[in-house]
């Protein structure tokens, strides 16, 4: 009998999406258009499933990241913190076409790391007095008051890291980290699109930011497309013309 | 003469302590960070996971992997630090931020703050703004005075849906700065040549001091 930790490796994203089926609970992990798992984004739109409850931050923007999911009608309900400039999302929405469910950021992390770490439910000041309140028990500890708050768990998590291995310890680059360490612990099965998949014991113990319990499946995905959101840059000062070209 | 938007976040870049945790909210919060000298020992936090956020990159530097939570494309200061969206939301609701500076729709005279929906309107989302203005030890909203059309921004009671009640201790806008204290609203500095009459007959309630 083999354990589940065992040859995780998959060679495409369709192959390591195996098994999400229609009404399938989905954590995506990303803020906004940084950190997204972007082959396994499009591995689901490939396979199709329908009626997908999609747990993001943003669930997309600018028409691109998780917008491909909206636009291709894969989705039934959207749990997330942000909507902004995200039009699919809005006319989604507005049409009827997918439920959305708006949580406070922290209180949205806080609830996947919950639904991970065994905790079913947990009292948090945010959002106490305001709508997010609304129908949730509100009780006082020490003065002050806190609103009950449940933890989510799904059938499937997809993220994305900057190098891994293939036992699915991980690394992350920069604020792509975000959301996805939490995500991965939340899920049933949670599937990794890795930059740099690099052999078993070249990430010291000591910096692996995952470890490759909370990975089931792991693909490795060399280029990204990684558009910017909103590119925002100042001039280069002092730079002479003789040193520019290239 | 108001404050345009620049001299808006100058001033409230006073409000900053030498030394202390500050996040700045989307828009003209933003701008706060450009009246930041470096010797204040200021380290700004951004809710998608990183503390020490520093000026726009060179063009030709940008990385689309490492952003604000506006998502724009930023670098680190020397010492900045990446993290995960628990720990950063840790440091929100676990008091380690000193100061959030916050836009903001409507403020009542209790320090009831409204930045997160317009009713009727286009919902943007919540955001970051609940975590941050129920667990930063201080908050400093900043917006104009008045809406678009005139109207009163500071008022006796928030008509939009509410991000938390009771937080916000001081108002920075193109009039005036106005602190909320336990009696409402107190005029605290006018803008050069704004009159405290100006601005006691554009807030939507009692205004004390001036």
Redesign the interface.
């Known amino acids: 009998m083999a354990g589940r930790h065992l040859d995780k490796v998959r060679q495409t994203a369709v192959e390591a999406l195996e098994g999400m089926r229609d009404g399938a609970s989905v954590l995506v992990g990303g803020?906004?258009?940084?950190?997204n798992p972007e082959a396994l984004i499009a591995g689901v739109v490939e396979r199709g499933p329908r009626d997908l409850w999609l747990i993001s931050?943003n669930a997309g923007?600018l028409g691109k990241g998780l917008a491909a999911w909206l636009k291709a009608g894969l989705v039934r309900k959207v749990t997330?913190?942000?909507?902004?400039n995200n039009e699919d999302l809005?006319r989604a929405m507005a049409s009827g076409a997918v439920e959305v469910d708006?949580?406070?950021?922290?209180?949205l992390?806080?609830r996947i790391?919950a639904g991970g770490a065994g905790i079913p439910a947990f009292f948090?000041?945010?959002?106490?007095?305001?709508?997010?309140a609304e129908g949730k028990e509100v009780r006082e500890f020490d003065g002050r008051q806190y609103v009950l708050e449940r933890a989510i768990r799904t059938d499937f998590a997809l993220v994305r890291g900057k190098v891994g291995d293939s036992f699915g310890n991980m690394r992350?680059?920069?604020?792509?980290?975000?959301?996805?360490?939490?995500m991965a612990t939340a899920a049933e099965t949670t599937i990794a699109e890795l930059d740099h998949m690099v052999p078993l014991g070249d990430i010291d113990p000591d910096e692996v930011h995952l470890p490759g319990v909370f990975i089931h499946r792991v693909i490795e995905v060399p280029d990204h497309e990684?558009?910017?959101?909103?590119?925002?840059?100042?001039?280069?000062p002092h730079r002479r013309a003789s040193s520019e070209g290239g | 003469m108001v404050w345009r938007r620049e001299e808006m976040a100058q001033r409230a870049a006073r409000e900053i302590e030498a030394g202390s945790i500050v996040n700045l909210g989307i828009g003209l919060p933003t701008l706060v960070a450009d009246y930041l000298p470096e010797s204040l020992g200021v380290w700004l936090h951004s809710e998608n996971g990183l503390l020490g956020i520093g000026p726009f990159p060179f063009e030709g530097d940008e990385d689309p992997q490492l952003t604000n939570a506006g998502k724009q494309t930023v670098t680190f200061v020397t010492g900045g630090s990446t993290f995960d969206s628990a720990m950063s939301f840790a440091m929100i609701r676990g008091g380690h931020v000193d100061l959030a500076i916050m836009g903001a729709m409507q403020v009542a005279q209790n320090g009831d703050l409204a930045n997160w929906a317009v009713p009727g309107g286009k919902t943007m989302g919540i955001g970051g703004a609940m975590d941050l203005s129920s667990g930063a030890r201080r908050i400093l909203a900043l917006m104009t005075h008045t809406t678009k059309e005139g109207e009163p921004k500071l008022v006796g009671e928030c008509a939009y849906p509410l991000t938390a009640r009771g937080v916000v201790r001081r108002v920075i806008t193109d009039l005036a700065v106005v602190d909320v204290t336990s009696e409402g609203f107190r005029l605290v500095e006018c803008a050069p040549d704004v009159t405290a009459a100006e601005v006691r007959a554009k807030t939507g309630a009692p205004l004390l001091g001036g």
């Not at chain 1, 997330?80 to 902004?84: D, F, L, M, N, V």
């Not at chain 1, 708006?102 to 209180?107: A, E, F, I, S």
């Not at chain 1, 992350?172 to 939490?182: D, I, M, Q, V």
């Open positions: 803020f906004g258009l940084c950190g931050n923007n997330c913190s942000y909507i902004g809005h708006m949580v406070p950021q922290g209180t992390v806080e790391r948090t000041p945010t959002g106490v007095g305001t709508v997010v992350f680059w920069r604020t792509a980290r975000n959301f996805t360490p939490l990684d558009p910017f959101e909103y590119r925002t840059v100042r001039p280069r």
